[in-house]
């Protein structure tokens, strides 16, 4: 069974600029999570989708963070103008929600550095 | 959601059993305790979930009390690739929309030769 897709692994802008992040989530698994986890911390939810609507987005920065889930499936996550305490890895990660037992399946990972 | 306390950091040497214990005073009825590994580069990694008494599986031990307000994880003769950030978590086992699962800190095992 395939995992969680992420793309790019790395990306390395400078601040002010946009940069966008893709996941792929597990065949069938309706919820998919975006974390932001800071070097030396544990992740830090920022948005969760079931199936293609926005469940919780609270702790996601609204005027530089966006995320869409199209048809339910592959989400991006946007990040436009990027700041320097935005260097962070996003993780991605789906479950299969209702159905599931609650274990969460995550993606290696998106790896940001904002000069 | 309940939130958890852990030690920050531990240090083990190859061979030996680790435990690990969370806090977690206010959990609900309704909460499983789940522990996730996360090494370098990756993304977390579900290791184990329990509700009550005791469940293995073939990597780890979970142990809670009739209480619950605290868990163990124990590793069996950890080796060095154990090294790694474990985290517990307490939320409900059946995501529904809406039910969020907060990472605290993570404990920081280190396995020394």
């Known amino acids: 069974e395939a995992g969680v897709a992420q793309s790019p692994r790395y990306k390395i802008i400078e601040k002010r600029q946009s940069v966008a992040f893709w996941c792929n989530p597990i065949?069938?698994?309706?919820?998919l999570y975006w974390y932001q986890q800071i070097l030396g911390q544990g992740p830090k939810l920022l948005i969760q989708?079931?199936?293609?609507?926005?469940?919780?987005d609270s702790q996601l920065p609204k005027d530089r963070f966006s995320a869409e889930r199209l048809k339910g499936v592959d989400s991006t996550l946007k990040i436009q103008p990027a700041k320097l305490e935005d260097s962070a890895v996003y993780l991605c990660a789906s479950s299969l929600g209702e159905r599931g037992t609650g274990e969460l399946f995550f993606g290696e990972g998106s790896r940001l550095t904002v000069l | 959601l309940a939130k958890t306390t852990q030690p920050i950091s531990m240090d083990s040497y190859e061979g030996q059993e680790v435990n690990i214990t969370c806090s977690h005073n206010n959990i609900a009825t309704n909460d499983y305790i789940t522990w996730y590994q996360q090494f370098p580069s990756q993304g977390p990694r579900f290791i184990i979930q329990?509700?009550?008494t005791k469940v293995t599986n073939e990597v780890a031990s979970l142990f809670i009390p009739a209480d619950r307000k605290s868990s163990t994880l124990s590793l069996p003769r950890v080796s060095l690739s154990d090294t790694a950030v474990y985290y517990c978590?307490?939320?409900?086992?059946?995501?529904?929309?809406?039910?969020?699962?907060?990472f605290g800190g993570g404990t920081r095992l280190m396995v020394k030769p």
């Open positions: 329990g509700y009550k």
């Open positions: 978590l307490v939320g409900p086992n059946r995501l529904r929309a809406g039910n969020m699962l907060t």
């Open positions: 989708f079931q199936n293609n609507g926005v469940v919780d």
């Open positions: 065949s069938g698994h309706a919820t």
